[in-house]
């Protein structure tokens, strides 16, 4: 059975991919120091033959016994409350966590995949964002540590797969929700829930125009799965392409809901993005890849997980 190590791999996309992973037939070594992902995440793999964990931090001098056959990059914190709190540990975990799973990699023959972001597009100001463009990035701003941080990622991954050869995969991860987010996440889809379910009010910033896409996370692993079964060696975009402002999304959660909580708008964070849509044409023709799961479908199903967490 084919190794492979997840970093990140107890965080709310990282831990989906290791019972994914485990179901294709892998042996599946986690990673996790667990600032930002749950021991929770993980619990039904642990006592499976197929699974091991280990607590680290991925930006220190990483040892793996076994061999590998796969080295999946999924550690950082992605949530803007996470990443502004912490930045250095967020620009660790795209520049020497990236340098050190790459050179596991390369130590151990193995592919390599890096899970990077729609915020290296920045605020764009091209819609929808294909992976050729280069995008619109305030490098010393309040997001500049996650955005900065997988850009860098990005083109030490390249380096390594021109100077050494080494066999890569990068996926740019737009928006994405389901189970296994956690509630105080601060991103929107898990803040409006937790609004909602609790009785609160609805945090909306700004006037709410501002638009994003919405990918329901099972539609995101199996893209994940294909892209890394590719020969593609380039950025490729992952998300859904249909695009909802903040505001409707707010609505369709309280309609789901039917909650009796008021949308409310606060100040917009500095440097939001008024504008973020995938270009999937890479995905759709190279991986046969497109999103199934509807917006209000992937809802309920993630609205009842909260229920009940």
């Known amino acids: ?37 749950q021991k929770e995440n993980i619990q039904s793999l642990i006592c499976s033959g197929k699974f091991k964990f280990i607590n680290h931090d991925a930006s220190r001098p990483i040892e793996i016994e076994e061999p590998l056959d796969w080295v999946l990059h999924f550690a950082s914190p992605a949530s803007p409350i996470d990443y502004q709190k912490i930045p250095i540990q967020t620009l660790k975990a795209g520049s020497l966590g990236t340098h050190n799973t790459l050179g596991l990699a390369l130590a151990k ?22 992976e050729s463009y280069w995008g619109n990035v305030n490098c010393i701003g309040v997001r ?10 990005e083109a030490l991954t390249m380096a390594y797969h021109r100077i050494h050869n080494l066999d890569i995969r990068i996926v740019r991860i737009f928006n994405s929700y389901g189970p296994k987010m956690r509630k105080k996440d601060g991103r929107a889809v898990p ?34 799965y294909r892209l890394m ?3 593609i060696n380039e950025p490729v975009n ?14 369709m959660i309280k309609g789901i ?43 309920k199903s993630t609205i009842g997980w909260f229920k009940q967490a």
């Open 1 to 37: 059975m084919p190794n492979a190590l997840i970093t990140g791999g107890a965080g709310f996309i990282g831990s989906h991919l290791c019972g994914f992973l485990m179901e294709k037939g892998f042996n599946v070594i986690c990673m996790d120091n667990l600032v930002t992902g």
């Open 109 to 130: 023959k193995a592919k390599y995949f890096l899970a990077s972001t729609s915020e290296v597009y920045g605020d764009p100001l091209v819609n929808p964002q294909p």
């Open 144 to 153: 500049g540590c996650y955005d900065e941080s997988k850009r860098f990622a």
């Open 191 to 224: 803040n409006f829930i937790t609004q909602t379910l609790e009785g609160k009010n609805i945090t909306v910033y700004g006037n709410g125009s501002q638009t994003r896409s919405f990918c329901y996370i099972s539609d995101l692993i199996e893209g994940i």
């Open 229 to 231: 079964n590719s020969g």
């Open 238 to 251: 992952l998300g859904n392409p249909e695009e909802y402002s903040v505001l409707q999304l707010a609505t």
């Open 257 to 299: 809901t039917s909650s009796k909580s008021r949308i409310i708008f606060e100040s917009i964070p500095e440097d939001d993005p008024k504008v973020r849509m995938p270009d999937i044409s890479k995905a759709k023709k190279e991986l046969k890849w497109v999103p199934k799961v509807s917006i209000e479908e992937g809802l």
